[in-house]
């Protein structure tokens, strides 16, 4: 089910996932009118269910969105599907956009949400994308538990490996970690692996051995075969948040090197006015629960932002009401020839 979009909305937040419908809620309990656009490529659609978010652990993340979505709709705002495209200045202004879709619709918004969260580039080993969000995982709070004492590999694909490594070490005490492209091990991190007796194997890693729907070993380059149940790997993370383009909003270089994200400060606000960010495209390791609350918590710095931009128009018009040029304009209206006789 979606809605039919209309002409214009205190706020369009683009994203449909665990942020976008979290800070949506929020503006619609508020009284604000609010979409969500939705493209409908959640990150976390691979995995079989949503893990670590109290009162809701083990829910699939299919049912997490839908139910989010008829809780947004019973306070009045409206999910819409669709890509946006591009998003320009509506006027001269601080605020106010223009929200065009990639089939043509066009929105206005006062202010806009963005929580497109992230898209996760995967490294090009034979057979790894298959099982991604099966035996092949990304984050030990996400799936250590349902991967505990299992024999676990840590692919080495990033900056990050050794630190995803003796992560995993608390789940399982049988840990390979895997060099693959990463330079070898520093002296510090060679003696941390080896004081938590994690092994590490060098080489290259062509491919994944898989029987019976199951993945059952890393195959290396040069043939060798190691035995894994499990395989940890850390992504490239990648934005889609071309749209911005044209308010100035890009993407940039993580500190971690994990890939990029939309810089913000505390409450979401960026540095485009008028635009906040939450979730994953601004946090890479936020989980499905600091999402939402990040969701939320930039919702409400919104609607205190048009609250004081409505309190400023009031109190211009209050002023307004009560000028001399207005009292003039009134008693012209009021005596016309007769106020030179009053």
């Given at each position: 089910?979606?809605?039919?979009?209309?002409?214009?909305?205190?706020?369009?937040?683009?994203?449909?996932?665990?942020?976008?419908?979290?800070?949506?809620?929020?503006?619609?309990?508020?009284?604000?009118?609010?979409?969500?656009?939705d493209?409908?490529?959640?990150?976390?659609?691979?995995?079989?269910?949503?893990?670590?978010?109290?009162a809701?652990?083990?829910?699939?993340?299919?049912?997490?969105?839908?139910?989010?979505?008829?809780?947004?709709?019973?306070?009045?705002?409206q999910?819409?599907?669709?890509e946006?495209?591009?998003?320009?200045?509506?006027?001269?202004?601080?605020s106010?956009?223009?929200?065009?879709?990639?089939?043509?619709?066009?929105?206005?918004?006062?202010?806009?949400?963005?929580?497109?969260?992230?898209?996760?580039?995967?490294?090009?080993?034979?057979?790894l994308?298959?099982?991604w969000?099966?035996?092949?995982?990304?984050?030990?709070y996400?799936?250590?538990w349902?991967?505990?004492?299992?024999?676990?590999?840590?692919?080495?694909?990033?900056?990050?490996?050794?630190?995803?490594?003796?992560?995993?070490?608390?789940?399982?005490?049988?840990?390979?970690?895997?060099?693959?492209?990463?330079?070898?091990?520093?002296?510090e991190?060679?003696?941390?692996?080896?004081?938590?007796?994690?092994?590490?194997?060098?080489?290259?890693?062509?491919?994944?051995e898989?029987?019976?729907?199951?993945?059952?070993?890393?195959?290396?380059?040069?043939?060798?075969?190691v035995d894994?149940?499990?395989?940890?790997?850390?992504?490239?993370?990648?934005?889609?948040?071309?749209?911005?383009?044209?308010?100035?909003?890009?993407?940039?270089?993580?500190p971690?090197?994990?890939?990029?994200?939309?810089?913000?400060?505390?409450?979401?606000?960026t540095?485009?006015?008028?635009?906040?960010?939450?979730?994953?495209?601004?946090?890479?390791?936020a989980?499905v629960?600091?999402?939402?609350?990040?969701?939320?918590?930039?919702?409400?710095?919104?609607?205190?932002?048009?609250?004081?931009?409505?309190?400023?128009?009031?109190?211009?018009?209050?002023?307004?009401?009560?000028?001399?040029?207005?009292?003039?304009?009134?008693?012209?209206?009021?005596?016309?020839?007769?106020?030179?006789?009053?």
């Amino acid at each position: 089910m979606t809605d039919q979009l209309r002409d214009g909305y205190d706020v369009v937040v683009v994203g449909g996932g665990a942020a976008g419908l979290s800070g949506a809620l929020m503006l619609a309990r508020a009284r604000r009118s609010v979409v969500v656009i939705d493209a409908g490529a959640p990150r976390n659609a691979p995995a079989a269910a949503v893990h670590g978010l109290l009162a809701r652990d083990g829910i699939r993340p299919g049912e997490l969105l839908e139910r989010g979505r008829a809780e947004v709709r019973g306070y009045g705002g409206q999910v819409v599907s669709g890509e946006v495209a591009t998003v320009d200045r509506e006027d001269s202004g601080q605020s106010g956009f223009a929200v065009t879709l990639s089939d043509g619709r066009r929105v206005r918004a006062r202010r806009l949400l963005v929580t497109t969260g992230l898209v996760d580039k995967l490294p090009q080993v034979s057979g790894l994308a298959a099982r991604w969000g099966r035996d092949v995982v990304h984050c030990p709070y996400c799936h250590g538990w349902e991967v505990r004492d299992q024999a676990i590999g840590v692919l080495g694909s990033g900056p990050m490996a050794v630190h995803q490594a003796l992560l995993f070490r608390q789940w399982s005490a049988d840990i390979t970690l895997f060099s693959h492209r990463m330079p070898p091990p520093t002296e510090e991190q060679a003696e941390q692996l080896a004081a938590r007796g994690i092994r590490v194997v060098d080489g290259e890693v062509s491919a994944l051995e898989i029987a019976e729907d199951r993945l059952v070993g890393v195959r290396l380059s040069d043939g060798r075969v190691v035995d894994r149940a499990v395989l940890a790997v850390a992504p490239r993370l990648a934005l889609r948040v071309g749209f911005l383009d044209p308010l100035g909003l890009r993407p940039a270089e993580h500190p971690s090197g994990m890939g990029e994200f939309l810089p913000c400060d505390a409450t979401g606000r960026t540095e485009a006015p008028g635009v906040w960010v939450a979730g994953n495209v601004t946090d890479p390791a936020a989980q499905v629960g600091s999402a939402a609350s990040a969701g939320a918590a930039a919702a409400a710095q919104i609607n205190a932002d048009l609250i004081a931009e409505e309190t400023r128009r009031a109190v211009a018009a209050h002023h307004e009401a009560f000028s001399h040029e207005t009292e003039a304009r009134v008693a012209d209206l009021v005596a016309g020839d007769r106020r030179h006789g009053l």
